[in-house]
């Protein structure tokens, strides 16, 4: 921490290049990428990730589309992903309820050299795993199906390789005692050696199971069993003799067969670029840090540092308000809340022990909305500050306020695939009321979820919503789903007890 203090001048200032104009917004049919580079290149790349899109979705098929376009912000420089993370790593991403986001390591190639865009395959599987799917997955699969499509490169003739052994390394050391404890891995670890060790050997049992015809039906019924509720000890027993599998995969020379994969018909992306603003770039590292919520008191002061020197920007005055908010959700219920804590998320007490006020959250938002009155994600925040209000209030037979949460949420509310945050609250609006929800709000947050179905506090809401209209069945199966996620695991029991 003492680092971090230290250094925070340094580190906004490398959250700004020198030069502003390099960087770019390109926005395609199914993804947003912020880089800093040529605009020709730029371009090439967003056609390379829109091709991989379709290649993920040929040897993975979705269940369901993606409702949001997730955010890539790209670097050439790992000290500043490490910074954002705090740990080694050269990508992170995640579907936050807010927005589906990566920020990956990326250094354009040199002249008639291909680049390296292994860690941009990597989210774009990762992404696709966790919301183009019902079912929930272990970390360890969706870590090792990820950290497969990463070794892809591009052929000259616009075909993917995938596998290459120069990038697909032999994987030492394999027994069945280090297969097991990757099977049972629930959170990160906080060694580097050993999250990478783990990420190691999830690849090498991983892909041969996606790809290899004679464990066809193995990762199905195994996925069955995981979001059935069994332990993943159990689960792991659909694998079948891990001693066996582990004996054969120490032995091979390769972890899987190369893959090639064609892109067929050939089609050009439709994509809008743009220049980003001086505001938009001076937020990217602190954006990412406010939403991966690595260190809440120190972002909320470099946002709150970053509206004296870009005091009209409706978008820094949010992301300082979002800031100032994660913390008083901290300061409520002793750490980050499931669903907003909302529901059943967090028992029947809120925690209360040192309060962090929302009043600077409340002042920011609403200059974000002065300076910007459209801003939906500003929109969103104030409705759900007000919302939190009513509840700590404990009064429910106020129409008019609630009626004013509504007022803010509903337009947003209306295309939940974009907008499944604030479908969600306006749902709950009614629950915190209670009041039944109108089969409109319902419809709404089911498609919230259905649409954004890697994102647990969706699920969450969906499920408790369900059981409160009496949809047992279904409910459980969802809330059972949940089980084996430690950010969920125990919410979910709470409100399968609750259930009646």
């Known amino acids: 921490m003492m680092l971090r203090i230290g250094f925070a001048l340094w580190a906004l200032c490398l959250a700004i290049p020198a030069s502003a104009a390099d960087w770019l917004r390109a926005e395609s049919e ?60 050269s990508a992170v991403c995640e579907s936050h309820a807010e927005l589906p986001m990566a920020y990956a390591l990326y250094t354009p190639g040199a002249q008639g050299e291909e680049a390296d865009a292994g860690e941009i395959f990597y989210c774009l599987a990762s992404l696709h795993l966790e919301n183009a799917f019902f079912r929930p997955k272990p970390m360890w699969l969706s870590a090792g199906l990820s950290h497969f ?39 990160r670890h906080r060694s580097e050696a050993d999250y990478a060790r783990f990420l190691e050997l999830s690849r090498a049992l991983a892909s041969p199971l996606l790809l290899e015809t004679r464990f066809a039906g193995v990762l199905d019924r195994y996925l069955d069993a995981y979001a059935g509720g069994r332990s993943m000890a159990e689960a792991a027993r659909e694998l079948g003799d891990l001693d ?70 409706a978008l820094v005055w949010y992301e300082y308000a979002a800031a100032e908010y994660v913390r008083v959700q901290h300061s409520d219920f002793g750490g980050r809340p499931v669903f907003r804590g909302f529901g059943f998320s967090n028992g029947d007490l809120i925690v209360m022990t040192n309060p962090h006020s929302d009043a600077e959250a409340w002042r920011a938002v609403n200059v974000a909305l002065a300076i910007d009155p459209g801003l939906a994600e500003a929109q969103r925040l104030k409705a759900e500050i007000m919302l939190a209000r009513l509840v700590r209030e404990g009064n429910p037979d106020d129409p008019p306020s609630y009626d004013e949460v509504r007022k803010l949420l509903r337009p947003l509310a209306r295309t939940p695939e974009r907008h499944p945050l604030a479908a969600a609250l306006y749902h709950q609006t009614y629950i915190e009321q209670g009041r039944a929800a109108p089969k409109s709000a319902a419809r709404q947050l089911e498609r919230a979820f259905v649409h954004n179905a890697g994102v647990g506090d969706f699920r969450y809401a969906q499920a408790t919503a369900m059981s409160r209209r009496g949809e047992t069945g279904l409910a459980r199966g969802l809330l059972i789903s949940m089980l084996n996620d430690p950010a969920f695991s125990a919410a979910a029991l709470r409100a399968l007890e609750a259930e009646p």
Request: charged share 30%; no cysteine; net charge positive.
């Open 149 to 187: 499509f990463e070794t892809a490169v591009r052929n000259p003739d616009g075909s993917f390789l995938i596998g290459t052994p120069r990038r697909l390394q032999r994987v030492q050391g394999i027994t069945p005692g280090s297969l097991g404890d990757t099977l049972v891995v629930r959170t």
């Open 244 to 313: 066996a599998l582990a004996r054969e995969l120490a032995r091979r020379r390769v972890v899987a067969p190369v893959r090639r994969v064609v892109v067929s018909p050939h089609f050009t992306a439709n994509m809008e670029v743009r220049p980003m603003r001086a505001d938009e770039i001076a937020l990217i590292d602190l954006r990412l840090e406010r939403l991966l919520e690595t260190r809440p008191k120190a972002t909320s002061d470099d946002l709150r540092a970053l509206t004296n020197r870009h005091p009209e920007s």
């Open 30 to 89: 199914h993804y947003v990428i912020h880089a800093r580079m040529d605009e020709a290149e730029l371009r090439a790349l967003v056609q390379t990730i829109e091709d991989f899109d379709r290649v993920l979705h040929g040897l993975m098929p979705g269940e369901t589309w993606h409702g949001r376009k997730p955010e890539f912000y790209l670097t050439a420089d790992p000290r500043r992903i490490r910074r954002v993370v705090d740990f080694g790593a």
